[in-house]
T-cell receptor
Framework: GAGVSQSPSNKVTEKGKDVELRCDPI?????LYWYRQSLGQGLEFLIY????????KSGLPSDRFSAERTGGSVSTLTIQRTQQEDSAVYLC?????????????FGEGSRLTVL | GNSVTQMEGPVTLSEEAFLTINCTYT??????LFWYVQYPGEGLQLLLK?????DKGSNKGFEATYRKETTSFHLEKGSVQVSDSAVYFC?????????????FGKGTKLSVIP
């Protein structure tokens, strides 16, 4: 596609429910990243994919968070048993793998509100 | 570890004023440096970048110079416009193997009033 696409753009859920957030990267981009943007906290790195593998899962905040990528393209971030502190904007980005420029292309984010 | 510190906001300026947003960093290797901008209701987009010491990145009238001696990458613009109102993020990507992600500062919200 023309840009990184994320869905849903907004999600309101009740505490304890599971949610899935989807990211469709730019066609041909082999690297995909998930970040979390919380008010006043900047951007927090969650996980990185190169192809379908995730060599760095160190940023996932707890075992309730998981992510997968299939076919080297679409990725899904799953949050189980959501808590109120999970409320944030979840950003996805993609790039040309280990590009020396390091530029990431971002989607518009999925805003998650946990009641 | 790596970190980025940028000046706290919000910053409010009148149109045509001079803008400086300070950014300093710590990195274990030799990083590339970036400024990203997030306009209201939009995703982050790259504003400018610099990959080695003394490089100057520039775009849309904004400039930033990679200063290795002071570990800084301050963003400047000589005359801001209302359309520059946005949140600005300083970021780095380190040079070591496995340094795939960008490390961001907390962002500085800029409001430009007519």
């Amino acid at each position: 596609g023309a840009g990184v696409s994320q869905s849903p753009s907004n999600k309101v859920t009740e505490k304890g429910k599971d949610v899935e957030l989807r990211c469709d990267p730019i066609s041909g981009h082999t690297a995909l990243y998930w970040y979390r943007q919380s008010l006043g906290q900047g951007l927090e790195f969650l996980i990185y994919f190169q192809g379908n593998s995730a060599p760095d899962k160190s940023g996932l905040p707890s075992d309730r968070f998981s992510a997968e990528r299939t076919g080297g393209s679409v990725s899904t971030l799953t949050i189980q048993r959501t808590q109120q502190e999970d409320s944030a904007v979840y950003l996805c980005a993609s790039s040309w793998g280990l590009s020396y420029t390091g530029e990431l292309f971002f989607g518009e984010g999925s805003r998650l509100t946990v009641l | 570890g790596n970190s980025v510190t940028q000046m706290e906001g919000p910053v409010t300026l009148s149109e045509e004023a001079f803008l400086t947003i300070n950014c300093t960093y710590t990195a274990t290797g030799y990083p590339s440096l970036f400024w990203y901008v997030q306009y209201p209701g939009e995703g982050l987009q790259l504003l400018l970048k610099a990959t080695k010491a003394d490089d100057k990145g520039s775009n849309k009238g904004f400039e930033a110079t990679y200063r290795k001696e002071t570990t800084s990458f301050h963003l400047e613009k000589g005359s801001v416009q209302v359309s520059d109102s946005a949140v600005y993020f300083c970021a780095l990507r380190d040079s070591g193997a496995g340094s795939y992600q960008l490390t961001f500062g907390k962002g500085t919200k800029l409001s430009v009033i007519p």
